[in-house]
């Protein structure tokens, strides 16, 4: 949760204090009290007279050794996960710390000066825009480590990163305590990140341990540990617990006589944490980005334990495992990440290398999951998780029924209730939109709104009110029912969000698959008649073609990259009028990119309309829902009944 969002002074808004009420309402009491616990020290820690940083260095044994080989090798392991377009990618990102460049987020900084690093200088991003929390935690350490397989093919930067650590142990302002407490370069997610990137710096690039640098890498490293090891984030919780969980636990491998007792609070914290886990092996945030971020983590774990001849506990493996089997049931026919809630490319290992990461590491994914006690579901879908596939094979829709994120946590949430992304042929066509940042900005309430998904929205209403970076208003709960019915799979959502005492709407969506078409139908009823919109978001590289025939609203779906028959088609049905316009796609964190979006457009307090999407073309497509439980679809005048739901 950012500052902004958590400061007394936004109480005085009444527009805000609803979702701040029902922010916090559903926030646990330990997040609570450790929001007002990080404010104090923050205020208060550094007009002490005790000089911190000082005493962690103290704490620090001499000599301290070593045990670089494991972390080394489980490093070589994940460059060798890795495809030779990702490789590419870390070798172009190293070049550019040889011009003094370091690049996040789409957004390159001259960060080397006459002067060293100015790593706290106005040209630096602030943390709060996650360039800060990238560029303290070092990330830039590990695109030589993954794009090179030894230091001595990129030694030049090898020499140029020796020169910046050694920048950043005498820099004024990376003390712990001086200007802010917990703040900057020292929130504990940071320095997290910080000890995962040294150690495997370490490992790739130091080859005489008895050199001073080497023995100031040590030293910053353990230094990094001892002061996570005290400011764990339990009251966070969520993907920062894991990092913190995970830090320790490499640290603790790392060190080998000084290290036991890191090694013990990470595996701990790891195996606390096991619990964000959903029964089908989904991270609860529902975010596919940071499930592939933790299940890494997980996986580093396990097979650094198991190199350095520890036993891995059962229940971190049956995690690890589970988490990995999600992956596999989630990955989509092109292989790329789903975009979904908060989800970009880039951020996290491509589906691909994170699932060849947990083979590599001992996970066998197509394996009995009642042998490892964490069954996935019989049917195609994520129940826990809310995610369900429609189709098989390279033509697929998934659609999302679940609620936000966990009660406390709904920080990585969007209004995407019922939301579909479809896929023919391998190539994606109906895409989410993925996130710009997370400062509370037009892009960011853009990307969380119900209008930058593919699903209904009544009038301007969304299902959960939003605002600032993360809050969220009264929560709304989802009813699904999924299955398959005499060849015909179907998935069934409704759910119901009330605007006043007296004022309340239903939005129920079906959804039907047949051997080359998929129909989405949405009934939406209220206590007052308003504008009732359904969006489809095409992705970019797709393009869309009106039918030839001018009377009708049907739609063409091509590839953008070459002149050719069409991929698929959507038929708009009982639409009052269909637009076409133009909305925004986040790819990337900072990258917009432009798509086109359909609309359908209808009005009233009892409306049903919906869209056939088909591999093949057809000239007359119906559809009847005289009663809330049958679904009548007619094409090219054939009829059939679509399996019946309860209401």
């Known amino acids: 949760m950012s500052e902004s969002d958590t400061s007394l002074w ?20 330990r997040q609570i009290l450790g929001i007002a616990e990080r404010k104090l020290r923050h205020l208060v820690v550094p007009s002490i007279p005790i000089d911190f940083d000082a005493r962690y260095e103290s704490a620090i044994p001499e000599p301290l050794s070593v045990r670089s080989e494991p972390i080394a090798a489980n490093t070589a392991t994940l460059r060798g996960c890795l495809s030779p377009t990702a490789r590419m990618r870390f070798r172009r990102l190293t070049d550019g710390l040889g011009a003094g460049e370091v690049t996040f987020r789409n957004r390159t900084v001259a960060v080397d000066g006459p002067r060293g690093v100015d790593w706290l200088g106005e040209s630096v991003p602030s943390p709060s825009t996650l360039w800060g929390v990238q560029f303290y935690g070092l990330t830039f350490l590990v695109w030589p480590v993954l794009g090179y397989g030894a230091v001595d093919s990129c030694r030049p930067i090898a020499e140029t990163l020796r020169d910046w650590i050694d920048d950043w142990s005498t820099a004024d302002g990376t003390e712990i305590g001086r200007a802010a407490y917990l703040r900057r370069v020292w929130t504990p997610h940071t320095v997290s990140l910080r000890v995962i990137h040294l150690v495997r710096y370490y490992a790739w690039a130091v080859d005489d341990h008895g050199t001073e640098h080497a023995r100031l890498l040590r030293r910053l490293i353990y230094k990094n540990a001892g002061f996570l090891s005290n400011h764990v984030e339990h009251d966070v919780g969520g993907n920062h617990l894991i990092e913190n969980g995970a830090a320790l636990a490499l640290a603790g491998l790392f060190f080998e006589a000084d290290g036991s007792g890191f090694l013990r609070q990470g595996v701990d914290v790891l195996q606390t944490a096991a619990a964000q886990f959903l029964a089908d092996g989904g991270h609860f945030e529902l975010s596919p980005m940071y499930h592939v971020i933790t299940l890494t983590r997980y996986l580093t774990v396990c097979d650094l334990l198991e190199r ?15 988490a990995a089997r999600h992956l596999d049931a989630l990955r989509p026919p092109d292989g790329r990440l789903p975009l979904l809630n908060d989800a970009a490319f880039g951020m996290a290992l491509p589906m691909d290398a994170c699932l060849d990461y947990a083979r590599s590491v001992g996970i066998d994914i197509d394996a009995s999951a009642e042998a490892e006690q964490s069954p996935l579901p019989d049917q195609n879908g994520l129940e826990a998780s809310g995610y369900y596939w429609i189709g098989d094979g390279t033509d697929r829709l998934l659609a999302d029924g679940g609620a936000v994120g ?24 109906l895409c989410d939109t993925g996130v710009y940042e997370y400062l509370p900005t037009d892009e960011r309430q853009h990307a969380r709104s119900v209008a930058a998904h593919n699903t209904v929205q009544y009038g301007a209403l969304e299902p959960i009110p939003i605002g600032g970076s993360y809050l969220f208003g009264r929560r709304i709960e989802p009813t699904i029912r999924y299955g398959t019915d005499d060849g015909i799979a179907y998935f069934d959502g409704s759910y119901t969000r009330h605007i006043s005492r007296d004022g309340r709407y239903r939005h129920r969506r079906r959804i039907y698959g047949g051997d080359d078409w998929w129909l989405v139908w949405d009934r939406l009823t209220a206590s007052a008649p308003d504008r009732v919109r359904s969006r489809l978001h095409f992705d970019p590289a797709v393009r869309i073609e009106p039918d030839p025939e001018p009377d009708r609203s049907r739609v063409q779906v091509h590839r953008a990259e070459r002149d050719s028959d069409p991929l698929a088609y959507c038929h708009p049905v009982d639409a009052r009028s269909v637009s076409r316009s133009q909305s925004r796609y986040f790819p990337a964190f ?19 309309l919906g869209y056939l999407l088909s591999r093949h073309s057809y000239d007359a497509v119906g559809v009847s829902s005289g009663d809330a439980a049958s679904v009548e679809l007619s094409l090219d005048g054939r009829t059939q009944v679509l399996p019946a739901t309860v209401d």
């Open 590 to 608: 900072g990258q917009s990119v432009p798509r086109t979006c359909l609309t359908l457009h209808s009005h009233g307090e009892d409306v049903s």
């Open 406 to 429: 966990p009660p406390h946590l709904p920080a990585h949430s969007h209004n995407d209730h019922f939301a579909v992304l479809w896929w023919v042929d391998g190539q994606r066509l």
């Open 10 to 29: 936004a109480f005085a808004d009444a527009g805000r204090s609803p979702l701040l009420y029902h922010t916090a309402r559903n926030m646990q009491s």
């Open 308 to 322: 350095t001849g520890r036993e891995v506990p059962r229940d971190l493996w049956r995690t690890t495992a589970a």
